[in-house]
């Protein structure tokens, strides 16, 4: 299947953005490694003790202090992290040098979202030192149960916080209604909802749980993206629909909180033995925290896997069902004008970040996946009704 050659990004253009994304991946990761050293650092060592000390002789009741003692070290790798973020990513990403701010001026524009991240993390250090007090042997599952049930909760109710439209009466919602009636889809599940720019929503998407699913299309789609690209989009999260959104998220929450909870509550039994006093539980908190944030980025591989395979069968099902090859070439060609950096990932981005599959491999199968063509078997037959 031959794409127009307006359609492509130049070699020379993707070659200088995954060059550029070498240098993200590794601020990323810079920032990681600076996070899990300096709570691990503080934590292992006498220094936080001894800082925090001299700061409950000052700072009552002692509640109080512990924030202010978390709230300062989370300022402190807040810091480092945009100072990385400025010189490696920032910096690295102007064409023009001089149009890169100042690390002061950078520092001065991230400070809102520094304190108020500061002050969450200083609030659930003060929340972990009680569960510390209290840890016994199933800890890490009611906690990873916990997590799981606040999630999903909150997954199941979030379309009843989105202002929605229902599906309008023009020939291209039609066309919508009809192809995802092929799938069992009812048109009082599809909706469009109001978007300010392209980063407030994606082009389509699927929202909440059970009984509470749904499909939402950006509204602009249906007046400013060609039909057959619209309907292609439409088929990829049809399989999000029938597939992917009950069970499976689920899981997948339950398997990442209890694997980094395991792990973490396993590494703290090591040190918890020299905690004898409220001290040095304070300590403690940014040793679990270290080995929590160790705990979650070996699982990220498993779970950024899992997660691009979803989005890859997406497609293909999108293609059985709607079998418009060239309409998920456009609309890749398109991602990939927008964000080149989408085309290829560098191994830290496809393992540790990536949730979707690069656009390359998604160009890749719209180019060679046509098996009704051949007579051959449909992967996705038993669900749609031609």
Not at 300 to 325: I, V, Y
Request: overall charge neutral; some cysteine.
């Amino acid at each position: 299947m031959e794409v127009p050659a307006t359609m492509e990004v130049s070699a020379q253009s993707l070659e200088a953005y995954y060059h550029l994304q070498q240098y993200l991946s590794a601020g990323w990761a810079a920032t990681q490694i600076v996070a899990i050293a300096g709570t691990l650092l503080i934590g292992l060592t006498g220094f936080g003790r001894s800082v925090f000390i001299s700061i409950a002789k000052v700072i009552k009741p002692w509640p109080l202090a512990v924030i202010v003692f978390y709230f300062s070290v989370a300022l402190v790798v807040k810091v480092i992290q945009s100072t990385i973020i400025h010189h490696l990513i920032v910096n690295k990403s102007q064409v023009d040098k001089s149009d890169a701010p100042s690390i002061l001026h950078f520092l001065a524009g991230q400070l809102p979202t520094i304190l108020a991240l500061a002050l969450l993390l200083a609030v659930l250090g003060l929340m972990l030192v009680f569960v510390l007090k209290r840890i016994n042997s199933f800890t890490w599952l009611w906690l990873a149960v916990i997590v799981t049930a606040m999630v999903s909760a909150t997954l199941a109710l979030n379309p009843y916080f989105v202002d929605t439209n229902p599906l309008g009466n023009s020939p291209s919602e039609q066309k919508i209604a009809q192809l995802l009636k092929q799938v069992g889809i009812p048109s009082n599940r599809i909706a469009t909802e109001d978007c300010n720019d392209s980063s407030d929503c994606p082009p389509g998407h699927v929202i909440g749980l059970g009984p509470t699913k749904m499909i939402l299309l950006d509204s602009r789609l249906t007046s400013r993206t060609p039909e057959d690209q619209l309907l292609q989009v439409v088929a990829h999260e049809a399989k999000h629909y029938v597939l992917d959104n009950d069970l499976k998220p689920t899981l997948a929450i339950l398997f990442l909180s209890s694997f980094v909870f395991l792990v973490t509550q396993l590494g703290v039994r090591v040190f918890q033995r020299r905690a004898h006093d409220q001290s040095a539980y304070v300590s403690l908190v940014l040793t679990a925290y270290g080995i929590g944030l160790v705990a979650f980025l070996l699982a990220q591989p498993a779970l950024t896997t899992f997660q691009r395979n979803l989005e890859l069968e997406a497609d293909r099902f999108g293609l059985e069902l709607n079998r418009d090859n060239h309409a998920l070439i456009e609309i890749m060609w398109a991602d990939a004008k927008q964000d080149p950096m989408l085309y290829r990932y560098t191994p830290i981005t496809k393992y540790f970040r990536a949730t979707h599959p690069q656009i390359g491999d998604r160009i890749h199968l719209a180019e060679t996946y046509q098996p009704w063509l051949h007579g051959e078997p449909l992967k996705y037959r038993e669900y749609i009704t031609k």
